[in-house]
């Protein structure tokens, strides 16, 4: 629901502090974000050593931070079905987290994708 309440740096300072309580919440409890989160660790320097031009490194590391947000995103699906459904199965709940998931893989895709093309161009 919209609020009627002023804007200010309150409430820019307040949904700073719950983006970081989602983003530690997701490290928590999800260990495909873990992963996915060290891997871009690992690649964000080799991708600032390969990258022979700013446009370059934005690509790199882009569809990386592009993969981390799907991860968010689709564990903030999987755990709303999960409240609601609980241990029931219903189909619906089941395509929502199978099309999250599917989310999430394209963005991988996307990553190999990116990663191979520019690899590609610049070594060949």
């Known amino acids: 629901m919209a609020s009627d309440e002023r804007r200010g740096l309150k409430q820019i ?7 970081m309580q ?11 974000f873990r992963l996915e989160f060290y891997l871009f660790l690992i690649l964000v320097p080799i991708a600032a050593f390969v ?11 882009g569809c990386m931070v592009f993969v981390l947000i799907l991860e968010i995103i689709n564990s ?12 029931k199965f219903h189909e619906l709940a089941k395509r929502a987290k199978d099309m999250g998931s599917a989310a999430v893989f ?12 520019i690899l590609y ?3 060949f």
């Open 51 to 61: 990258a022979q031009s700013s446009m370059q490194l934005l690509a790199l590391i």
């Open 22 to 32: 989602g983003l530690h919440a997701t490290f928590k409890y999800e260990a495909s």
């Open 76 to 87: 903030a699906i999987e755990a709303v079905v999960d409240m609601v459904c609980g241990e």
């Open 13 to 19: 300072a307040n949904a700073a502090k719950w983006s």
């Open 106 to 117: 394209l963005g991988q895709v996307l990553v190999v994708y990116t990663w191979s093309t």
């Open 121 to 123: 161009i610049i070594y």
